[in-house]
């Protein structure tokens, strides 16, 4: 009998200290996340500095957490799974330098892995991936259609040439004085209200599956400053039901164009944005005719975690990928290559 792969991992790309173990990459052992976002919020939105800090203060309480509750120790652990990137530099570098410690004083296999990579890779804890598959991955810092033939190989066919999803949705939420993430408190006022503002879509050229979001947010901005200037009200609640039509009708049509296109088995939805009730929905109907399968993984898989880092680094770490002692955070990681 095939012994069982217990992976660890380690997120630290942005604003949440999280480690997981995750056994043969498809069953959750344990998944710990320490969230900032309490630090961040009197900002406005994450502070660099701030993080790196959390991370370093964190990383170690939530390790021992993850282990102590999976009945653990290092010894039942095959690898450690660390992102290396994309994400701020001096956050990175706290996990990767944490995974290459443990790595180092447990003589342990490292892999990287790609942060977006991690967030398709929820998907499989929740359903076993069937290719080709196309994956709408849509977080705070990349709105993206991944195309993928095989485990470990990512084709960016589509991506947003200015604000990714969550940036516009963050960014909108600001000038709507709403606290950060500005996402599910959108997410929320747009079930509240109805879309009755003529926002922009940008489709872009004829056949192309990228993503601009940066005119919209500028029109959601226009919109407010004007009705100001001329003494009429304009409910939060059809603001936001508006901004997030717009987004949505966008998100839908090029996944759906995509899917038949590429004729792909199965749709997966990936990264924070993946929580939107109003997205969630959309897809749900417009994926009900299609015979792709649609798959939507839990809210706590869809914003930052490690469990779908150990997912990912399951798949890479069977391939026989290994990083080394000089494993570096690579904020400029690239999903097509790494
Ligand atoms: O994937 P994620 O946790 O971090 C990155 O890798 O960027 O995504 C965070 C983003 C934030 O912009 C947040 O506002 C957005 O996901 N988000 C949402 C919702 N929940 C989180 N956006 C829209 N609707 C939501 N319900
Ligand atoms: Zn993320």
């Known amino acids: 009998m095939k012994k069982d792969t217990f992976v660890l991992g380690i997120e630290t790309s942005c604003d949440e200290t999280a480690v997981a173990i995750i056994k043969n990459g498809t069953e959750i052992v344990t998944n ?21 800090r959390h991370h370093v203060e964190q990383v170690t309480f939530v390790l021992e957490e993850a282990l102590q509750q999976g009945n653990m120790t290092m010894e039942d652990i095959d690898c450690i799974a660390v992102t290396e990137g994309p994400g701020l530099v001096g956050a990175l570098l ?19 892995v790609h942060h977006i990579a991690g967030h398709i890779y929820a998907n499989r804890l929740v359903k076993e991936m069937i290719f080709p598959l196309l994956s709408l991955v849509v977080s705070g810092g990349h709105t993206e259609l991944v195309l993928m033939k095989e485990h470990g190989s990512f084709q960016v066919i589509g991506e947003t040439r200015d604000d990714a999803a969550g940036e516009a949705y963050d960014k909108v939420a600001r000038t709507l004085s709403l606290p950060y993430p500005g996402g599910p408190h959108i997410d929320r006022l747009a079930q509240e209200g109805q879309p009755t503002l003529d926002l922009p879509r940008a489709w872009l050229e004829e056949g192309s599956y990228d993503f601009s979001f940066s005119g919209l947010k500028s029109a959601v901005i226009n919109t407010l400053h004007n009705a100001k200037q001329k003494g009429d009200t304009i409910h939060p609640q059809d603001l936001a039901a508006s901004f997030q039509a717009s987004v949505i009708e966008v998100l839908v049509t090029k996944t759906l164009k995509a899917t038949k296109e590429y004729d792909v088995k199965q749709v997966l939805l990936a990264g924070g944005v993946a929580a939107n009730k109003g997205l969630r929905a959309s897809l749900d109907e417009a994926f009900n005719h299609v015979d792709a399968e649609l798959v939507i993984p839990p809210l706590s898989l869809c914003t930052d975690n490690a469990a779908m880092i150990a997912a990912a680094g399951t798949v890479l770490f069977e391939q026989g990928k290994r990083g080394s002692m000089d494993m570096n955070a690579n904020p400029g990681l690239d999903i097509e290559n790494f």
């Open 94 to 112: 706290i996990g990767v330098n944490a995974a290459k410690a443990l790595a180092f004083a447990h003589n342990k296999p490292l892999v990287g």
């Open 32 to 52: 710990i996340v320490s969230s900032q976002i309490e630090s961040h919020k009197r900002f406005g939105g994450v502070v660099p500095e701030i993080a790196s």
